[in-house]
Antibody
C-alpha cells in the first residue's frame, strides 16, 4: 500500500533552518510528483511547491522563493523540504503529498510534521 | 497571483444536499480538485479533474466546474461528512488552495 512517512516534530529558533523528510513506499518513487503543503493551527492549507523525483525539477510558490529547497534521494525513496530563515509565522504542520495525475491533484498524504518556531 | 475563494461556512441538515462553491477568474478553464479534512487528520482527495471521484469516495460526492465557479455537491449528507473542505486549482505550474469551507451538519 502507498505510504508517505514523514520525520518527527521539530522546534527551531528564529533564523534557523529545518529539513523535513518524506519517505515513500508502495509505489515506484520516480513515477509521481511530490508536493509540500503547510497548515498553521486553525488555518487553511497553503501550497509550498512540488518536485518531480525523476528529473529533480521543482516549482515553488512565490511566497517561498529563495527560502525553500526541495531535494530527493532516490536510493532512499525520500524527498526533503528545507525551509530557511525561520520565523514564528512558519509554525505549522508540514505535509508531503503524492501527485495523483496530470491535473495536479494529490492523493496520498503524509501524516504531517509539526514545526514550531517560538517567538 | 491567481486566487480562488470559498465561503467560510456552510450548514446542512442530515439527508439534504450540501453545495460548496469555489470561485476564481475563468476557473472553468482549469482543473479543480477538492479535499476533505477532519480535525487532526491529513486531507483526503474527494474530487479531481472537476468531476472524478477517486476510488473509495462515496457516490454522494460530486463536482462541477464552469465559468468562474466550481462546486462540490454532497447529496444525502451524513453526519460523517462534517469537515473542512478545500478546493485547489493550478496556475502556471503552481497550485492555489481556497481558504476552506467548514461544513456543519446540523
Amino acid at each position: 500500500q502507498v505510504q508517505l512517512v514523514q520525520s518527527g516534530a521539530e522546534v527551531k529558533k528564529p533564523g534557523a533552518s529545518v529539513k523535513v523528510s518524506c519517505k515513500a513506499s508502495g509505489y515506484t518513487f520516480t513515477s509521481y510528483d511530490i508536493s509540500w503543503v503547510r497548515q498553521a493551527t486553525g488555518q487553511g492549507l497553503e501550497w509550498m511547491g512540488w518536485m518531480n523525483p525523476n528529473s529533480g525539477n521543482t516549482a515553488y510558490a512565490q511566497k517561498f522563493q529563495g527560502r525553500v529547497t526541495m531535494t530527493r534521494d532516490s536510493s532512499k525513496s525520500t524527498v526533503y523540504m528545507e525551509l530557511r530563515s525561520l520565523r514564528s509565522e512558519d509554525t505549522a504542520v508540514y505535509y508531503c503529498a503524492r501527485g495523483h495525475d496530470s491535473s495536479g491533484a494529490v492523493d496520498y498524504w503524509g501524516q504531517g510534521t509539526l514545526v514550531t518556531v517560538p517567538s | 497571483s491567481y486566487e480562488v475563494t470559498q465561503p467560510p461556512s456552510v450548514s446542512v441538515s442530515p439527508g439534504q444536499t450540501a453545495s460548496i462553491a469555489c470561485s476564481g477568474d475563468k476557473l472553468g478553464d482549469r482543473y479543480v480538485c477538492w479535499y476533505q479534512q477532519k480535525p487532526g487528520q491529513s486531507p483526503v482527495l474527494v474530487i479531481h479533474q472537476d468531476t472524478k471521484r477517486p476510488s473509495g469516495i462515496p457516490e454522494r460526492f460530486s463536482g462541477s466546474n464552469s465559468g468562474n465557479t466550481a462546486t462540490l455537491t454532497i447529496s444525502g449528507t451524513q453526519a460523517m461528512d462534517e469537515a473542512d473542505y478545500y478546493c485547489q486549482a493550478w496556475d502556471s505550474s503552481t497550485a492555489v488552495f481556497g481558504g476552506g469551507t467548514k461544513l456543519t451538519v446540523l
